[in-house]
């Protein structure tokens, strides 16, 4: 058993043998090194936490929703309980480094998909068949008792609820101030096995519903993030079309592996737990001098912080063709230099009392309502409008003044 001190949370985190056992596997500590924001900290400089801190945050908030469930009377059975916790600890395993730019070209893969295949390849010998059957089907959303499933994913989850307060807590914005233990202590489960608040931890999760709002469009879909991303898709969008051409582009081992082989083969899998974010920035560092005059631009300009300008106005097609020629002008083409990105989120969708998404509020009476009908204001109707914006990402403006 280790206990583990965390920033977050004015406790210890406690790992039993089980847990570990998974901790201290070489798949999970290569958490360490995967940064849990990517590039964020080109924006919020104290934003480089990991993947590891909040994997374990995370199995935290579990550990303690089980023990407050208990303390209501709830029977959850030894195994269930474990299967729970590992299911929080584990579901990050399949990230990447800069995960889902790179999943979407690179890999062809979904970090979900990866971390099944973690599961049931390198982390079976040590939780055992059953409980590694269970963590699939719980991350799966398979699970027989749904509120266990919704623990791990729905829009009250111990990711979400660990990931909102830590981003906000190492960004350094005060947004993600959320009444996590109020949350925790609230929680129920419904007769039909779903997830549940106790009337009196609304105004919690109110207020959980309104930080995410305000973390999303300060620090997710902030622009410059988002041209990082957009800049982070266009080099390895670049970097897969030129192998698929068959140019010679330099590689590091283990991505060349998981390119040729596949994540899916034994080979692959391995490479893919060999890969971390050093191992990326050190290619970039390479890529710097490859002979590809995009590859090489876009690798210096990631490592140098020369990050694409963002319009988020309507452009006319006379602009975008401005633009376009002002690329073309200085070399640039246009493919992998202007970029089209939509950002879109809805904070809270108030499903129907029975969809399996909507936050239920047992009240006083006994009766069970959609969260948005317990609260006195429209507060959370007016956050279930979608926000969308449209965004274009470009090294030049339409001036042609240079980034």
């Not at 374990?56 to 269930?80: A, P, Q």
């Not at 990050?92 to 979407?104: C, K, N, Q, R, W």
């Not at 992998?336 to 029975?354: F, G, M, Q, S």
């Amino acid at each position: 058993m280790k206990f583990i001190r965390d920033p977050l949370y004015e406790d210890f985190i406690i790992l039993d043998n089980t847990l570990l056992k998974v901790v201290e596997h070489p798949s999970f500590q290569r958490l360490r090194r995967i940064s849990q924001l990517g590039l964020v900290s080109y924006i919020y400089p104290g934003a480089t936490h990991t993947r590891f801190s909040h994997s374990l945050g995370t199995v935290y908030l579990m550990d303690e929703i089980i023990k407050n469930l208990e303390i209501k009377g709830f029977k959850i059975e030894e195994e269930l309980k474990i299967s729970m916790k590992i299911s929080a600890l584990v579901h990050d395993i399949g990230h990447g480094p800069f995960s889902h730019a790179l999943e979407f070209t690179l890999l062809n893969i979904k970090h979900e998909e990866l971390t099944k295949l973690i599961l049931k390849n390198v982390l079976k010998d040590i939780i055992g068949d059953e409980i590694c059957n269970n963590v699939i089907k719980i991350l799966s959303g398979e699970f027989e008792k749904k509120f266990v499933n919704e623990l791990i994913s729905s829009q009250l989850d111990v990711d979400r609820l660990d990931y909102i307060r830590r981003d906000a807590f190492y960004c350094g914005v005060h947004y993600g101030l959320i009444d996590v233990s109020r949350i925790l202590k609230t929680i129920t489960i419904t007769d039909d096995n779903k997830l549940a608040i106790e009337e009196k931890g609304k105004h919690a999760v109110e207020g959980y519903l309104v930080a995410r709002y305000l973390m999303y469009w300060s620090v997710y879909f902030h622009k410059t993030n988002l041209s990082l991303q957009a800049m982070l898709y266009s080099l390895f969008k670049r970097a897969r079309d030129l192998i698929e051409e068959k140019c010679d582009i330099p590689l590091i081992e283990n991505l060349r592996i998981l390119i040729e082989d596949g994540v899916k083969s034994e080979r692959g899998l391995k490479a893919f737990l060999n890969l971390d974010d050093s191992d990326m920035f050190y290619l970039f560092k390479i890529w710097t001098n490859s002979k590809d005059r995009i590859i090489s631009d876009l690798s210096r300009r990631i490592l140098n912080r020369e990050i694409f300008k963002v319009y988020d106005e309507e452009l006319s097609i006379e602009d975008i063709e401005e633009i376009k020629d002002n690329l073309r002008k200085e070399g640039l083409d246009p493919k992998y230099y202007l970029i089209e990105k939509v950002a879109i989120d809805t904070a809270y969708e108030p499903y129907n009392l029975d969809g399996e998404s909507s936050i239920k509020v047992i009240l006083k009476n006994g009766k069970i309502v959609e969260i948005s009908q317990a609260l006195p204001t429209d507060t959370l109707k007016a956050l279930s409008r979608p926000i969308k914006k449209k965004l274009i990402f470009t090294p030049f403006r339409k001036s042609h003044q240079s980034a």
